[in-house]
């Protein structure tokens, strides 16, 4: 029975039990409710008394009379959170130092003490004159106002104040999703009370703006979009120097005209504990700033209401973050991915490499390697992809390392198709608002079962995407995936069969494709080739065919040694010559040889004296002879038979012959005794062989070895028929896979629109569809957070998959412990531990991906939710930061990690090449270039500029013109993004494009299109950013300017800025793997004028080392550039042994198209995966040529080596054909032939 089932049999035993419990006097039965609706109970599984009133036949009299008994059944059959783990001292302290983190409770928060505007993110619009017609827009007297013009020299500073504001909310849109324009009115002035001595000066309600240039003027206007809020930031900080713990309130303001706002925001205020005095006068009054020094001396607990109005950016969610822990710390338990990544936190050195990734056999050992029946897909995967997916459905935690372009949108979606597929909700989580858009799209048509929210402000976006659900039929869904995984897998099988009985050692200890590169291949069918093999078969003991090549390799070796086999050659023929020689004691003196010949010389002349004699003397002498010959063996011989004492009394002349050779048989003695059997069997050989084929002892050694291989070869050959037909058949196993996998990927396309366009009846088959249907169509919107907590139980049913921001998680989904199966969280490397927290609690399993290499938070960043300093000394902003540990860096110390090495994003290897090697270690798997482009992939261009005031205006106006002639020359609408080491020369270029389009119609229109412009969702327009901001974004070209350069008076002042750091270097990495076609380098300096060598930092160094790079790129000087790369990674010994060295069989190839006219070039790459020959035609490589045993010798994984890595070049527009090492030496014309017919299909293709 299923849980289902199960379920609704258990609610009807209630209702039945209700029954007959409420039954009145007469015995008459309330109904209480349907067998239907406790049909769609057991469907649906209430977990709140409010989810009942989603089904259809129940009501609030249900609820309230008998709700509490069925929700009491439904929890239990509810599905469990993830395994709790109790929270005990140690996981509670640690909560709260991360719960302090969250709010800088600090004269740094705008939101708590703003002593002046900033030029970058407020503004006083009384400077303008304008104060009270602000007042106006906020209370509906006015529609816009225009707050300043450029072309009034009054409003000239002003306007280029607003228009940095205008930048900076921008900005933080694209990057983040979050639209923090408001205007603040009224203020607060004064001390909170508590332990601290804290003074604030905060806007007491935000009323959401825009702020739009028009021409010449810039206009501000209401946005309704938003709704406008009190500052829960100010409450919240009360509180905490109060040390006060209470929920925080409802902040958003329903409505508001000007007679009752006043008293409705004191009361708001007030009912929190903060009384507010005001002014008599409610006149706007213009910002007046102070110095901290100068702020007045305010008595704890005085606040008095100040009527300032500013328009700027104010961000706050800290509060939502914050109200998640106070309910962590509240309860009882947390879930143990969440326990497992902050117990024992220690101060772990989150810069270094380890724990290192899985390695291949670290996956296989733990079961993790893919298998087709366990993978679910919409897009091309490769085996690093495929690991992953398999992983997490082995592990609750995952990190995924990302380096720049390995395609971790891929794996997302991957991970989001797999779990839907298996019934699964999806919670994605990152704070870079271009993180959520690419994977919204990677989606493809499916995006549009996703909710995406990246700011709750923006109710638009939410209430579209929902209408859009509804109005969605649902599709028949009766997809299986069984057979078609199955097949992909038999085919694998396949491959994985060929590996192992070709390309793995076996019992002979050596790889069948291994001796055929050794050349030892005979073609039997050739009849002289036939003789030979038959000669030596005939003669080689049959002992020496069974042994393992590793001893037949030392036989071959020791029998090379002329002076041993001459040694065995003597010891035979003094055996030969005298057998019983091997009878003599070896110990025997110079001396005792002298008495022994002696003897046997008396015991000659006795027998010659008996052989005088007549008969029957013979016969009485006789016995004396065999005596004294007895003697003599005793004497001079050891373990002797009768055979040996009849040999020395029948010819005693032959012994005194030979005792001369003794001292050189003991010797050869000696030397063959200490051979084993197996070594004695092989020397016998060789001289006898030597004899019959006339040969020399070196040649019959070499012939021997030749033949015991070969011999190997012939019976691999006739057992395994069907591998070499598998050989045959690869390209066509690779094309059936090839065409499965295609298909697969429309079936689970097919599957997951079916569950999800089903899924969303729960919604739209709801008891309160209508009410959900009237709100969405509403013209005045709820907030998301008031709609989600009403109809949360139809939405977290009915939409699977949620795309969303730590800040949105934390303000509109419920803080339910496991309510998401899979969490997975994108550009972790710079999200900060805490922010991360409430989204962890809220998953079953979690998948943290990111890469450690790349940039982190910084206690200056955009990390932490309430800083947004305006800091004019840059230098001194970096003095006072540091670096902070990311949730990737702890969670790379806690959970397993699976490196993504396959690298999508450059077209050219020069561009992705020096991040590999410097970063890591040349691990990425980067295609060779398929063709060189006419200019090179990295141009260095040199302007004469000067560092002033931190910027350096040669360089921007060199950056324009680029960007000018960008827009002219650029053939297929490349995308263009521009990086400085900085913000005041980000913010130099923003104003030198901003100059220009003034003067030049045509930039200032391509300028305005390229900054809008996106693609399937994504953000693909032209961006200007500093080093710190850019990590996520990827274009087709990147200007960079380095702005470095001489002062006024000539010097270079050594200052680093952020690269100085400790991980400094990790800017560096960001900022030169954007670009996926051209980077651009503007800069004044050479790189020998940086002088790093007495820097503590890497950061400098590497930078040095890039320039250097980038020059000898710019150059054309391939040689110095590998000649760079390569000093990052230590010298290796290559292993040059004949056992699977490639250079035969690359040779052979090579040679045999070389001499058919083609040209061929060898080890093709520098990106650390090179392709062993490439034919060129063109200035262009038209066929790569990969040999067989160099690929097996790279992974043991049957999907990357023989699947994923020829798609991968082939996705690059390689074309790859293998050669085959057995098919090379038993029929290499034929094999010749396959490569030119490859060769000629690849000149036809496009």
């Given at each position: 029975m299923s849980l289902e089932n199960e379920l609704f049999h258990e609610l009807l035993l209630k209702r039945d039990d209700l029954r007959k419990?409420?039954?009145?006097?007469?015995?008459?039965?309330?109904?209480?409710?349907?067998?239907?609706?406790?049909?769609?109970?057991?469907?649906?599984?209430?977990?709140?008394?409010?989810?009942?009133?989603?089904?259809?036949?129940?009501?609030?009299?249900?609820?309230?009379?008998?709700?509490?008994?069925?929700?009491?059944?439904?929890?239990?059959?509810?599905v469990t959170a993830a395994k709790g783990s109790a929270i005990d001292r140690r996981l509670a302290q640690t909560l709260r130092e991360l719960q302090k983190k969250l709010v800088n409770i600090s004269k740094a928060n705008r939101l708590l003490f703003q002593p002046k505007t900033s030029k970058k993110y407020s503004?006083?619009?009384?400077?303008?004159?304008?104060?009270?017609?602000?007042?106006?827009?906020?209370?509906?007297?006015?529609?816009?106002?225009?707050?300043?013009?450029?072309?009034?020299?009054?409003?000239?500073?002003?306007f280029k104040r607003v228009n940095e504001i205008i930048r900076e909310v921008s900005r933080d849109q694209r990057e983040k999703g979050a639209f923090d324009l408001y205007l603040a009115y009224p203020f607060v002035e004064g001390r909170l009370v508590g332990d601290d001595d804290f003074p604030i000066r905060a806007p007491l309600a935000l009323f959401p703006v825009t702020l739009e240039k028009e021409g010449t003027a810039i206009k501000l206007r209401m946005d309704d979009s938003r709704d406008a809020v009190f500052n829960n930031t100010l409450l919240l900080a009360a509180m905490k120097i109060g040390g006060r713990n209470r929920p925080l309130p409802d902040n958003v303001i329903e409505t508001y005209d000007e007679k009752n706002f006043i008293n409705d925001l004191k009361q708001f205020y007030e009912s929190e504990g903060m009384h507010l005095e005001f002014p008599s006068?409610?006149?706007?009054?213009?910002?007046?700033?102070?110095?901290?020094?100068?702020?007045?001396?305010?008595?704890?607990?005085?606040?008095?209401?100040?009527?300032?109005?500013?328009?700027?950016?104010?961000?706050?969610?800290?509060?939502?973050?914050?109200?998640?822990?106070?309910?962590?710390?509240?309860?009882?338990?947390?879930?143990?991915?969440?326990?497992?990544?902050?117990?024992?936190l220690n101060n772990e050195d989150f810069y270094s490499d380890y724990p290192m990734p899985l390695s291949d056999e670290d996956m296989k050992s733990q079961g993790v390697m893919a298998s087709e029946k366990d993978l679910y897909y919409i897009n091309s995967?490769?085996?690093?992809?495929?690991?992953?997916?398999?992983?997490?459905?082995?592990?609750?935690?995952?990190?995924?390392?990302?380096?720049?372009?390995?395609?971790?949108?891929?794996?997302?979606?991957?991970?989001?198709?797999?779990?839907?597929?298996?019934?699964?909700?999806?919670?994605?989580?990152?704070?870079?608002?271009?993180?959520?858009?690419?994977?919204?799209?990677?989606?493809g048509t499916l995006s549009k079962f996703c909710m995406q929210i990246d700011d709750t402000a923006d109710k638009d976006s939410f209430y579209k995407q929902l209408s859009t659900m509804l109005s969605i039929q649902p599709v028949a869904n009766s997809v299986s995936l069984d057979a078609i995984s199955a097949e992909i897998d038999r085919d694998i099988g396949k491959l994985t069969h060929i590996a192992s009985e070709v390309y793995d050692e076996g019992d002979f200890g050596v790889p069948a494709c291994s001796l055929y590169a050794m050349d030892r291949w005979l073609d039997l069918s050739d009849k002289v080739q036939y003789e030979t093999y038959k000669r030596y078969k005939d003669n080689v003991a049959a002992s020496l065919t069974r042994t393992d090549f590793s001893t037949v390799k030392d036989l071959h070796m020791k029998f090379a040694n002329p002076s041993l086999i001459n040694n065995i050659r003597d010891y035979?023929?003094?055996?030969?010559?005298?057998?019983?020689?091997?009878?003599?004691?070896?110990?025997?003196?110079s001396y005792e040889l002298s008495e022994m010949k002696a003897d046997l010389e008396r015991l000659d002349a006795e027998v010659r004296d008996l052989n005088s004699k007549g008969f029957i003397s013979r016969l009485f002498s006789k016995g004396k002879v065999t005596r004294d010959a007895t003697d003599l063996a005793n004497k001079y011989f050891t373990n002797f038979s009768n055979k040996t004492i009849e040999e020395i009394k029948n010819d005693p002349v032959s012994l005194i012959d030979t005792v001369d050779d003794y001292d050189v048989f003991c010797a050869r003695s000696t030397v063959y005794r200490s051979l084993t059997d197996l070594e004695k069997e092989y020397g016998r050989s060789v001289l006898d062989l030597s004899k019959v084929t006339k040969s020399s002892d070196a040649t019959t050694n070499d012939e021997i070895y030749r033949f015991i291989l070969n011999d190997h070869l012939q019976r691999f050959d006739a057992s395994h028929k069907d591998i070499l037909q598998e050989l045959h058949d690869f390209d066509s196993i690779i094309s059936n896979i090839d065409r499965n996998m295609e298909q697969k990927r429309a079936m689970t396309r097919r599957l997951m629109e079916g569950i999800l366009s089903n899924d969303l009846r729960y919604i739209t088959e709801s008891k309160r569809r209508g009410d959900i249907a009237r709100i969405v169509e509403n013209k005045r919107k709820w907030s998301l957070n008031k709609f989600i907590n009403r109809y949360g139980f139809e939405l977290f049913k009915g939409i699977r998959v949620w795309l969303l921001t730590p800040e949105v998680v934390s303000d509109i989904i419920p803080m339910e412990m496991g309510l998401f199966d899979l969490l997975i969280f994108d550009e972790a490397s710079q999200m900060y531990v805490e922010k991360g927290i409430p989204s962890i609690y809220r998953a079953k399993k979690v998948v943290i991906a990111g890469d450690h290499k790349q940039l982190r938070p910084s206690s200056l960043g955009t990390g932490r939710v309430t800083y947004d300093e305006d800091e004019d000394d840059e230098e001194e902003m970096m003095n006072g930061a540091l670096e902070e540990e990311s949730l990737l860096d702890l969670a790379r110390a806690r959970y397993d990690s699976i490196l993504l090495n396959f690298h999508y994003r450059s077209r050219y290897e020069e561009l992705i090449a020096f991040s590999n090697y410097a970063f890591y270690g040349g691990k990425l798997y980067v295609s060779p270039n398929i063709v060189q482009p006419e200019r090179p992939p990295i141009e260095v261009i040199k302007v004469d500029g000067t560092w002033v005031d931190r910027h350096?205006?040669?360089?921007?106006?060199?950056?324009?013109?680029?960007?000018?002639?960008?827009?002219?020359?650029?053939?297929?609408?490349?995308?263009?993004?521009?990086?400085?080491?900085?913000?005041?020369?980000?913010?130099?270029?923003?104003?030198?494009?901003?100059?220009?389009?003034?003067?030049?119609?045509?930039?200032?229109?391509?300028?305005?299109?390229?900054?809008?412009?996106?693609?399937?969702?994504?953000?693909?327009?032209?961006?200007?950013?500093?080093?710190?901001?850019?990590?996520?974004?990827?274009?087709?070209?990147?200007?960079?300017?380095?702005?470095?350069?001489?002062?006024?008076?000539g010097k270079l002042m050594q200052r680093f800025g952020w690269l100085n750091m400790r991980g400094g270097e990790n800017r560096l990495n960001v900022a030169i793997s954007r670009a996926k076609k051209k980077i651009f380098i503007v800069d004044s300096i050479e790189p020998e004028d940086l002088q790093v060598d007495g820097l503590k930092s890497d950061g400098p160094r590497i930078l040095k080392k890039y320039l250097q790079y980038a020059k000898s790129v710019?150059?054309?000087?391939?040689?110095?550039?590998?000649?760079?790369?390569?000093?990052?990674?230590?010298?290796?010994?290559?292993?040059?042994?004949?056992?699977?060295?490639?250079?035969?069989?690359?040779?052979?190839?090579?040679?045999?198209?070389?001499?058919?006219?083609?040209?061929?070039?060898?080890?093709?790459?520098?990106?650390?995966?090179?392709?062993?020959?490439?034919?060129?035609?063109?200035?262009?490589?038209?066929l790569g040529i990969e040999c067989d045993s160099h690929i097996y010798s790279l992974s043991k994984d049957t999907r990357e080596r023989d699947y994923h890595r020829q798609k991968y070049l082939e996705s690059r527009g390689w074309h790859i054909h293998r050669v085959w090492t057995p098919g090379m030496y038993k029929n290499p014309e034929a094999e010749i032939s396959k490569i030119v017919t490859a060769i000629e299909h690849a000149e036809l293709a496009p």
């Open positions: 419990k409420n039954a009145n006097a007469s015995g008459r039965e309330p109904p209480i409710c349907s067998d239907a609706a406790l049909q769609e109970m057991a469907q649906r599984v209430p977990t709140k008394l409010e989810d009942f009133k989603a089904i259809e036949g129940i009501g609030d009299r249900f609820v309230e009379q008998y709700g509490p008994a069925f929700l009491a059944i439904t929890k239990k059959y509810a503004f006083d619009p009384c400077v303008t004159g304008k104060g009270t017609e602000a007042l106006g827009l906020i209370f509906g007297s006015k529609r816009v106002v225009n707050l300043c013009d450029s072309k009034s020299k009054e409003d000239a500073k002003a006068k409610k006149s706007v009054t213009e910002f007046v700033e102070y110095k901290v020094a100068e702020f007045p001396d305010y008595a704890p607990g005085d606040l008095h209401v100040v009527h300032n109005i500013v328009v700027g950016k104010y961000p706050s969610y800290s509060s939502f973050i914050q109200r998640d822990f106070d309910t962590l710390l509240s309860g009882k338990e947390i879930n143990n991915s969440l326990a497992d990544l902050i117990k024992d995967l490769n085996s690093a992809q495929e690991n992953i997916l398999t992983a997490i459905q082995k592990k609750d935690e995952l990190v995924v390392q990302g380096p720049p372009g390995t395609g971790k949108s891929q794996v997302i979606t991957g991970l989001i198709s797999a779990a839907v597929a298996t019934g699964k909700t999806v919670l994605m989580v990152s704070e870079k608002k271009t993180a959520l858009d690419v994977v919204y799209s990677r989606m035979e023929n003094v055996l030969d010559k005298s057998p019983w020689m091997a009878f003599m004691k070896s110990d025997l003196s350096n205006e040669a360089e921007a106006d060199k950056v324009v013109e680029l960007l000018r002639e960008f827009f002219l020359t650029r053939q297929n609408r490349e995308t263009v993004g521009i990086i400085t080491f900085n913000v005041s020369q980000r913010d130099l270029v923003y104003d030198r494009i901003e100059e220009y389009a003034a003067t030049d119609p045509a930039f200032a229109t391509a300028v305005s299109e390229e900054m809008k412009r996106f693609d399937n969702g994504e953000d693909v327009g032209l961006f200007v950013k500093n080093i710190e901001s850019v990590q996520g974004d990827e274009r087709d070209v990147i200007i960079f300017s380095v702005a470095y350069a001489k002062n006024e008076d710019s150059d054309g000087n391939i040689p110095l550039a590998h000649s760079i790369l390569q000093s990052f990674i230590p010298s290796r010994d290559e292993y040059a042994d004949e056992i699977g060295s490639e250079t035969p069989v690359m040779n052979r190839v090579y040679t045999a198209l070389v001499r058919k006219g083609y040209t061929v070039e060898k080890n093709i790459g520098i990106g650390g995966y090179t392709i062993d020959l490439a034919v060129k035609q063109d200035n262009r490589f038209i």
